[in-house]
């Protein structure tokens, strides 16, 4: 009879091995909800959003991607939306996969763009995994003020 409980990796009558190369997982037995390798991809999506004087810079990891496989399209209503696939990786007879990390699967990321981005001018480019999206912002020009003189 074991002096370790049973939970440690569930060898039930042997020693506890610190030096196991099996790491201990707690929660393995958990019935947590699974996220499926397809909707890993869309989680695992990654895209910076910033605002220069000269328009609206976005950036997204796609590493893997090639430009064929993704999609960057402006909706009528002024929205943003980067999406394409990863495709899972195929596996032969003899393979023996022993860890699946990377994600595939479709993904869709979506933005609203505000008033000041010029949406006929959008430039996208795709350089060591990372997609860039540039849009230009319109100069909005300031209401003329005219001073009224008042009587009275």
């Known amino acids: ?3 370790i409980p049973s939970f440690f990796g569930g060898r039930r009558g042997s020693v506890f091995d610190p030096f196991s190369l099996d790491v201990w997982d707690p929660f393995r037995d958990f019935p947590f909800p699974q996220l499926s390798r397809e909707n890993s991809a869309l989680v695992n999506t990654r895209v910076d959003w910033k605002e220069t004087p000269e328009g609206h810079v976005f950036k997204a990891d796609v ?3 090639k430009k064929e496989e993704v999609k960057v399209e402006i909706e009528d209503d002024r929205v943003l939306q980067i999406s394409g696939e990863r495709n899972v990786e195929k596996e032969e007879k003899n393979d023996a996969w022993h860890r699946v990390e990377r994600s595939s699967g479709k993904f869709m990321r979506r933005f609203r763009l505000p008033e000041n981005a010029k949406i006929d001018e959008v430039k996208a480019s795709m350089e060591n995994g990372v997609l860039t999206v540039t849009i230009p912002k319109v100069e909005i020009k300031k209401p003329d003020t005219k001073a ?5």
């Not at 009224?148 to 009275?152: A, N």
């Open 1 to 3: 009879m074991s002096l």
């Open 148 to 152: 009224i003189e008042i009587s009275g």
């Open 63 to 65: 590493p893997g991607l």
